[in-house]
């Protein structure tokens, strides 16, 4: 069975940093682009970054770029987030996803999510 | 303000059919590019429905179904039952190199 586990959420101060982290299992995670997205509470889904199978391709949001960095361990079988310069509007409910269909793909299946909250 | 609209809310009541539509333009659901949808029960993550406009995953009941015209699609649920109440998303590709969701629609079983 596929699974996505998210970690590394918490409370922060604006303007500091926090690194998320999310372990796949049940799949060869290798192979697959991954992808986070976020969601604000009582918000909708906001796509924030891609990474290709190899890492050799990453995309950003515009409204995370510069501040954000995601990478991958395929040794460890793990995704991260690095996010700096956090502001209040960051915080959400961030979900790791496992890509298909290339860039332009979707999204199945989702981690359980790790809330972020940025607040003084 | 999302790149994909929907409606915010739409209700049925159990054993109706109810359709979710999801607006798009020429950048990216009008330049072709295929539109998924995903269900999030409350308190849960979000889960894959549709993808590629009208594929069902296994496991996905065939009371539903996904369209795609021009620049909209549609998710249509028959047989609406009560498990079935959950906001629903639809997703796509915008030529300005993002992945955009629909702002989400709330479906309520009267």
């Known amino acids: 069975e596929v699974q996505l586990v998210e970690s590394g959420g918490g409370l922060v101060q604006p303007g500091g940093s926090l690194r998320l982290s999310c372990a796949a299992s049940?799949?060869?995670?290798?192979?697959?682009?991954m992808n986070w997205v976020r969601q604000a509470p009582g918000k909708g889904l906001e796509w924030v970054s891609y990474?290709?199978?190899?890492?050799?391709?990453?995309y950003y949001a515009d409204s995370v770029k510069g501040r954000f960095t995601i990478s991958r361990d395929n040794a460890k079988n793990s995704l991260y987030l690095q996010m700096n310069s956090l502001r209040a509007e960051d915080t959400a409910v961030y979900y790791c996803?496992?890509?298909?269909?290339?860039?332009?793909?979707?999204?199945?299946?989702w981690g359980q999510g790790t809330l972020v909250t940025v607040s003084s | 303000q999302s790149v994909l609209t929907q409606p915010p809310s739409v209700s049925g009541a159990p054993g109706q059919r109810v359709t979710i539509s999801c607006t798009g333009s020429s950048s990216n659901i009008g330049a072709g590019y295929d539109v998924h949808w995903y269900q999030q029960l409350p308190g849960t993550a979000p889960k894959l429905l549709i993808y590629g406009n009208s594929n069902r995953p296994s496991g996905v009941p065939d009371r539903f179904s996904g369209s795609k015209s021009g620049t909209s699609a549609s998710l249509a649920i028959t047989g609406l039952q009560a498990e079935d109440e959950a906001d629903y998303y639809c997703?796509?590709?915008?030529?300005?190199?993002?992945?955009?969701f629909g702002g989400g629609t709330k479906l309520t079983v009267l």
């Open positions: 049940g799949f060869t995670f290798s192979s697959y682009e």
């Open positions: 997703q796509s590709y915008d030529s300005s190199l993002s992945k955009v």
């Open positions: 990474i290709s199978s190899s890492g050799s391709t990453i």
């Open positions: 996803a496992q890509g298909y269909g290339g860039y332009v793909g979707w999204f199945d299946p």
